[in-house]
């Protein structure tokens, strides 16, 4: 993965500020992540590969991002919980 | 077919389906190589009113490997958009299309072609020319007259001394579809069939039916390590290996009305070397996996190409007629270096295309051995070093080829003890003589497919 992409998905509030709760495997956490200014993509598609560890797949342009965020995944999950689909 | 549908999943999207690959000599520039892949299989020519284009999202790549590691050092790739001139009518085109720029063509696709060295993160990717235009498809004298000079106004110069066209062509690929998935017989054979039948000729099921074609002519230097143009042939610099393959985005967001969203990295959905590995070779369970790996991965399919089904089918198939095939349990060898390896130095007098130890699915081509005067369709098995396996030209009979090698015809290049059986070395599905090229016509210079077949003097059966 490029460290651009890397730092185009990192500007996203969503993102930046989440910290990961767990995670041992080579998948990177974003703990501490800090948002840099570069330009960010108007959409983006995230996909959650493993809720049990909350790894987290976002797909932009050519590239494709993987870490950790538990605590996202979870945001997610009572989202998906409010409109009644768990 | 030669990689025709030959994959469960590859079968339901066509424009990424790869269908055929020829690497050779050129015969009418031979200081160059043609590289052809073929995607779509099967067109009708009537087809219409949509009538067969490109997949705009498809990335589409020729790759070469020149050091013998299954990684491409150099690829070329083509991305295409299409383009509808006037939305309001439901028709391809609006009266006669006589040129590439005609106002009566509807619906027509353009396409730019990348040159890439190496890979991975390590590529270097330099655009060679943008917006070039594929011809239309031919759809019958009205609309397409004067098709073969349409065509060939797409046939568009490349800097460096290539070309390239993309667009519809004749299907090149002939062999007796419906006789050999019938319990894989053989017509001229059936008799000897365990369910027989009387003898009969062969019948070519790919006739008449259209595919569309990438086809690019490239100096020889641009393909070998070094970019040397190596004059012997035991010059391990003179092999190239060639393959094809398709790639879809990870991600697709359909939105209904709305234009789809594409996202991720490029996936590979297909993938084409020597023909009919995928389809005769490889089990209907690893079928969809070898198409999503790279040549650098086949050391986990080589236990397939060492004791082959086909192998093992055809002294069931035929009783009594393959009985020294029937005691053949050793690896095979042959097959193992025909399409996995090359064939070292020593194994055919004057020839060699060996790649190195790693085994993976290319198209091997020693670009020393000059275009032949006097070609056989059954290449090395016939005697012309200039032919298939040596690379693949429009012309040669892979199926026969593949047929003989698998039946035995090719084990004593490794074990000169072994005597095949007399049947191996006459197996054929039927269309193999020496006017084979008669159920298809070809081109003698570049893009060497023939033109493809109208809708209007071909309509489907």
């Not at chain 2, 369910?195 to 062969?202: C, F």
């Not at chain 2, 650098?296 to 002294?315: C, G, M, N, Q, T």
């Not at chain 2, 033109?451 to 489907?460: L, Y």
């Given at each position: 993965?490029?460290?651009?992409?890397?730092?185009?998905?990192?500007?996203?509030?969503?993102?930046?500020?989440?910290?990961?709760?767990?995670?041992?495997?080579?998948?990177?956490?974003?703990?501490?992540?800090?948002?840099?200014?570069?330009?960010?993509?108007?959409?983006?598609?995230?996909?959650?590969?493993?809720?049990?560890?909350?790894?987290?797949?976002?797909?932009?342009?050519?590239?494709?991002?993987?870490?950790?965020?538990?605590?996202?995944?979870?945001?997610?999950?009572?989202?998906?919980?409010?409109?009644?689909?768990? | 077919m030669s990689s025709h549908?030959e994959?469960?999943?590859?079968?339901?999207?066509?424009?990424?389906d790869s269908t055929d690959l020829y690497a050779f000599?050129?015969?009418?520039?031979?200081?160059?190589v043609t590289l052809i892949a073929n995607y779509?299989p099967?067109?009708?020519?009537?087809?219409?009113?949509?009538?067969?284009?490109?997949?705009?999202?498809?990335?589409y790549a020729i790759h070469i490997d020149?050091?013998?590691?299954?990684?491409p050092?150099?690829t070329y790739?083509?991305?295409?958009?299409?383009?509808?001139?006037?939305?309001?009518?439901?028709?391809?085109?609006?009266?006669?299309?006589?040129?590439?720029?005609?106002?009566?063509?509807?619906?027509?696709?353009?396409?730019?072609?990348?040159?890439?060295?190496?890979?991975?993160?390590?590529?270097?990717?330099?655009?060679?020319?943008?917006?070039?235009?594929?011809?239309?498809?031919?759809?019958?004298?009205?609309?397409?007259?004067?098709?073969?000079?349409?065509?060939?106004?797409?046939?568009?110069?490349?800097?460096?001394?290539?070309?390239?066209?993309?667009?519809?062509r004749?299907e090149g690929f002939?062999?007796?579809?419906?006789?050999?998935?019938?319990?894989?017989?053989?017509?001229?054979?059936?008799?000897?069939?365990?369910?027989?039948?009387?003898?009969?000729?062969?019948?070519?099921?790919?006739?008449?039916?259209?595919v569309h074609s990438i086809a690019l002519?490239?100096?020889?230097?641009?393909?070998?390590?070094?970019?040397?143009?190596?004059?012997?042939?035991?010059?391990?610099?003179?092999?190239i290996g060639v393959w094809t393959a398709a790639?879809?985005?990870?991600?697709?967001?359909?939105?209904?009305?709305?234009?789809?969203?594409?996202?991720?990295?490029?996936?590979?959905?297909s993938r084409l070397g020597n023909p009919l590995f995928n389809e005769?070779?490889?089990?209907?369970?690893?079928?969809?996996?070898?198409n999503?790996?790279?040549p650098?991965?086949?050391?986990?399919?080589?236990?397939?190409?060492?004791?082959?089904?086909?192998?093992?089918?055809?002294?069931?198939?035929?009783?009594?007629?393959?009985?020294?095939?029937?005691?053949?349990?050793?690896?095979?060898?042959?097959?193992?270096?025909?399409l996995?390896?090359?064939?070292?130095?020593?194994?055919?007098?004057?020839?060699?295309?060996?790649?190195?130890?790693?085994?993976?699915d290319l198209l091997r081509l020693?670009?020393?051995?000059?275009?032949?005067?006097?070609?056989?369709?059954?290449?090395?098995?016939?005697?012309?070093?200039?032919?298939f396996p040596n690379g693949r030209r429009v012309?040669d009979?892979v199926?026969?080829?593949?047929?003989?090698?698998?039946?035995?015809?090719?084990?004593?290049?490794?074990?000169?003890?072994?005597?095949?059986?007399?049947?191996?070395?006459?197996?054929?599905?039927?269309?193999?003589?020496?006017?084979?090229?008669?159920?298809?016509?070809?081109?003698?210079?570049?893009p060497f497919l023939?033109?493809?077949?109208?809708?209007?003097?071909?309509?489907?059966?």
């Open positions: 993965m490029s460290q651009l992409s890397r730092r185009t998905f990192m500007v996203q509030a969503s993102l930046a500020g989440a910290a990961a709760a767990s995670g041992t495997a080579a998948v990177p956490l974003l703990t501490g992540a800090a948002p840099v200014a570069v330009p960010a993509p108007t959409t983006f598609l995230l996909h959650v590969r493993d809720v049990r560890t909350g790894e987290v797949a976002v797909l932009a342009d050519a590239e494709e991002i993987v870490f950790r965020d538990s605590r996202l995944v979870a945001s997610l999950l009572q989202a998906l919980a409010r409109t009644g689909r768990q | 549908r994959a469960p999943e590859i079968a339901k999207d066509p424009v990424a000599v050129s015969p009418d520039r031979p200081d160059t779509i099967l067109e009708a020519p009537d087809g219409g009113p949509n009538f067969y284009e490109f997949g705009d999202d498809v990335r020149n050091d013998g590691d299954g990684h050092d150099v790739e083509l991305r295409f958009r299409s383009e509808v001139h006037d939305p309001e009518t439901f028709l391809y085109n609006t009266g006669p299309i006589t040129s590439l720029d005609s106002p009566n063509w509807n619906r027509r696709q353009h396409y730019t072609v990348t040159r890439v060295s190496g890979y991975g993160e390590h590529a270097v990717r330099r655009v060679l020319a943008t917006d070039l235009a594929c011809p239309p498809c031919n759809i019958g004298p009205r609309s397409t007259p004067h098709y073969a000079a349409l065509a060939a106004a797409a046939i568009h110069p490349l800097p460096g001394g290539r070309r390239v066209f993309a667009g519809q004749q002939y062999v007796d579809l419906g006789s050999i998935f019938d319990l894989g017989a053989l017509r001229p054979f059936q008799n000897l069939h365990l369910i027989p039948m009387a003898a009969a000729p062969g019948i070519n099921g790919t006739q008449f039916t259209n002519q490239v100096p020889i230097t641009d393909l070998t390590r070094g970019h040397v143009r190596p004059t012997g042939v035991s010059d391990n610099r003179a092999v790639y879809r985005r990870k991600a697709i967001i359909r939105q209904g009305a709305e234009p789809d969203v594409e996202s991720g990295p490029w996936v590979q959905v005769v070779i490889v089990p209907m369970g690893d079928k969809d996996r070898w999503a790996l790279p650098s991965a086949d050391a986990a399919f080589a236990k397939y190409v060492a004791h082959p089904e086909l192998a093992r089918l055809i002294p069931v198939l035929y009783p009594g007629v393959f009985p020294n095939l029937a005691g053949l349990t050793a690896a095979r060898a042959d097959l193992m270096a025909i996995l390896t090359g064939l070292p130095t020593g194994v055919i007098p004057g020839f060699q295309n060996f790649t190195g130890p790693r085994p993976a020693n670009v020393a051995v000059p275009p032949a005067t006097k070609p056989s369709i059954l290449g090395i098995l016939g005697g012309d070093l200039a032919g012309r009979d199926t026969t080829i593949e047929l003989r090698a698998i039946a035995g015809a090719t084990y004593p290049l490794v074990n000169a003890s072994y005597t095949p059986d007399a049947a191996a070395g006459v197996v054929t599905d039927g269309l193999t003589d020496s006017q084979a090229g008669s159920h298809v016509s070809y081109l003698d210079t570049f023939g033109t493809p077949f109208s809708g209007f003097e071909h309509p489907a059966a």
